[in-house]
């Protein structure tokens, strides 16, 4: 056991006033978060089971986390309840969402029930949506997010360096980007709203989990992390099908989103390819900055996303272009709209 570990036990035997317990591991992030699950010997606060949260002050700030959790539980969707908090050490006791993430239970059979939930859930969030309460996801933002492929996956994943006219071919597809994502109609954004940050619940399902980067931002970026997963991935005609089955009641309830599907999707794809930027670089920092290598095995999923959308518009064929000189790909011919 850990020096973190053992203060965490100290701070959970006087929270729970002497109620006895065990930990296992619940799951570790991508971040330096860890969670825990606390096995109770007696019910607390009607619970047999809490997840503690230690998030390393030096590297995590607790803060954004509860103040998220207040704010999606007010809009109706079913958040992980803060029952304790301790910002200074960097602790948080939480009601438990139980085990079953999306991807250990999506197939074809669960899929379609799943994702309607999970679009319903994403629809009642964006409907509270109110300026001002998050942060906003602006261009310097998003803008940061992408400068990790460079960074990242280029220079450090592939060992390389873009020349100028590369350079330029990146600095104008991220200007193409950020004018279609400044220009949707803006609401809360989660930001990692998939298959692994998803638990399946008896009530009120989904459980959403991982939300404390919330922004507020464009209206398809969480649909795009929906159904442009990193780690699973379905047919093209499958992923407009659900497209279309939020589209339809985000309309209807009146949301902003566009009134033609097409308009909307191509919004969607659009998002989808800042996303898939980003998330290379991330992957790749995870793997040589953190030694977490067991997300670049879900580095060719996303790239899949990415050369799919760039082939298909022609504003972003050159990044498919720069890609393929990157990876030393032959290009093929194909259609553009």
Known sequence: MDDRQQQLEAWLASTLQQTEFTLTTA???????????????????????????????????????????????????????VLAQDLTQGFLLLSDLGDDTYLTKLDAQTAPKLYQDATNALIKMQLASQPQMLPAYDEALLTREMQLFPEWYVAKHLSTSLNSDQQAVLNNTFKVLNENILAQAQVYVHRDYHSRNLMITKENNPGVLDFQDAVYGAITYDLVSLLKDAYISWDEEQIIDWAVRYWQPAKKAGLPVPDDFSEFYRDFEWMGVQRHIKVLGIFARLSHRDGKDAYLKDMPIVMAHLRKVCERYVELRPMLRLLNQLENVQAKEGFTF
């Open 27 to 81: 799951s570790a992030d991508a971040s330096f978060r860890r969670y825990f699950r606390v096995h109770l010997t007696s019910p607390y606060l009607g619970r047999n089971s809490l997840i503690a949260m230690d998030a390393p002050p030096p590297q995590e700030d607790c803060t954004p986390f509860v103040n998220v959790a207040g704010l999606l539980l007010a809009t109706g969707l079913n958040v992980p309840n």
